[in-house]
Nanobody
Framework: VQLVESGGGLVQPGGSLRLSCAASGFTFSTYIMSWYRQAPGKERELVATIGKAGDSTNYANSVKGRFTISRDNAKNTMYLQMNSLKPEDTAVYYC???????????WGQGTQVTVSS
């Protein structure tokens, strides 16, 4: 199993970034997937979740209306489109495979997003 995030970087407030999570080693389309983030000194928090077929999504209140989660099961890839970025969005962003039991959860290594002028 492998989850590889990419697309992070430095962006000015109000800017946009698109994160990708490339999955391999398992049947991607059979798992719910999520994005999490962890800012320095804070606990890891759930950002968004997407259903197996991509037809259901949920968002943290702090990103609702600004971020969009999506997936392409043919490419085994999940995305997070982040618009209107704020300094408080600065964090390491992780993708997670949501197992039907916690022991089957799997995390990527994370990608840094920094929002600063």
């Amino acid at each position: 199993v492998q989850l590889v995030e990419s697309g992070g970087g430095l962006v000015q407030p109000g800017g946009s970034l698109r994160l990708s999570c490339a999955a391999s080693g398992f049947t991607f389309s059979t798992y719910i997937m999520s994005w999490y983030r962890q800012a320095p000194g804070k606990e890891r928090e759930l950002v968004a979740t997407i259903g197996k077929a991509g037809d259901s999504t949920n968002y943290a209140n702090s990103v609702k209306g600004r971020f969009t989660i999506s997936r392409d099961n043919a490419k085994n890839t999940m995305y997070l489109q982040m618009n209107s970025l704020k300094p408080e969005d600065t964090a390491v962003y992780y993708c997670k495979r949501v197992g039907f039991l916690p022991k089957y959860d799997y995390w990527g290594q994370g990608t840094q997003v920094t929002v600063s002028s």
